[in-house]
């Protein structure tokens, strides 16, 4: 509506807050809008697997997934036209090619991207159906008093801060997180395994932030480094570990792991287990 791409029959337009009665005909406009085209660019990327169907990456941390607003010619769509000699899928949205989610671009870790119309098509359905497995590493602030746990907090946009998402009892969206500690550190951090089972923007940050753990070096969900700890982090310490899907093609179940990048292990290193 709001790229004019919704008007009345008559051919006026329409606002946002334009009301609309019953009989009331629209023309919608279909057509892919007219973009300028993306140029491919040769920047390494990390396979994990590729066939005609898919394509399963290790996003570095640092890399934008897509076009956007203040973005360069270095995210990973640009990345993958290189790839693909020019192509990745013929649908979807023009400056998103084959892109079906997505990762935060400080968080690293395993990417699964459409190469055919036919894995794009179910892929989207899988990820609306919540099908896929999807496992994070999470290095967070202090140490839980439990073992493992489960989140269900719905997740919105931020009331006054547009940029960031929130736990939101009304408007929100549904979302779920399981979360099992696996390693505390004599330092006051810990490291958490996340499974979540919606896709909800920045949904582990929000959610361990809301239970007064925020992933470390995440200050725009409270993360607060100490004076006196020394740890300076290179980024939001968050990790793709594991991702599964079913087989375009063949439905079969198919598992992806994608190692901790070496900034993650550094971190890691400089910790004390207790």
């Not at 640009?78 to 990745?88: D, F, M, N, S, T």
């Not at 801060?161 to 696996?182: I, N």
């Amino acid at each position: 509506m709001e790229a004019g791409r919704i008007r009345r029959e008559d051919g006026s337009g329409l606002a946002p807050k334009s009301r609309l009665f019953p009989g009331d005909r629209l023309l919608v406009d279909l057509s892919h809008p007219q973009v300028k085209p993306l140029r491919p660019v040769p920047i390494p990327l990390k396979i994990l697997f590729e066939d005609p169907d898919l394509l399963v990456v290790d996003k570095a941390a640092g890399m934008v997934v897509h076009p956007g607003d203040g973005t360069r010619e270095d995210t990973l769509v640009h990345a993958l036209l290189h790839h693909c000699g020019g192509e990745v899928c013929p649908v979807g949205a023009p400056d998103r090619p084959g892109i079906v989610h997505r990762l935060d671009k400080d968080t690293s870790g395993v990417m699964v991207v459409a190469k055919s119309e036919r894995a794009h098509r179910s892929l989207v359905d899988q990820f609306s159906e919540r099908k896929p497995g999807k496992v994070y590493l999470a290095l967070v602030a202090g140490h839980p008093k439990k073992k493992k746990g489960e989140i269900a907090l719905p997740i919105g946009r931020h009331p006054k801060v547009r940029v960031k998402m929130a736990v939101a009892e009304k408007g929100g969206k549904p979302a779920h997180t399981d979360w099992e500690l696996l390693t505390r550190f004599r330092e006051g951090f810990a490291l958490v395994e996340c499974s979540i089972r919606t896709g909800r923007t920045h949904q582990i940050r929000v959610h361990m932030s809301s239970l007064n753990h925020p992933l470390a070096g995440d200050a725009t969900y409270g993360y607060k480094p100490s004076k006196n700890d020394g740890f300076s982090f290179p980024r939001v310490m968050l990790h793709a570990k594991n991702l599964r899907i079913l087989h375009p093609a063949t439905e079969e179940e198919l598992s992806f792991e994608a190692p901790l990048p070496k900034d993650y292990e550094v971190v890691l290193d400089g910790l004390n287990p207790l």
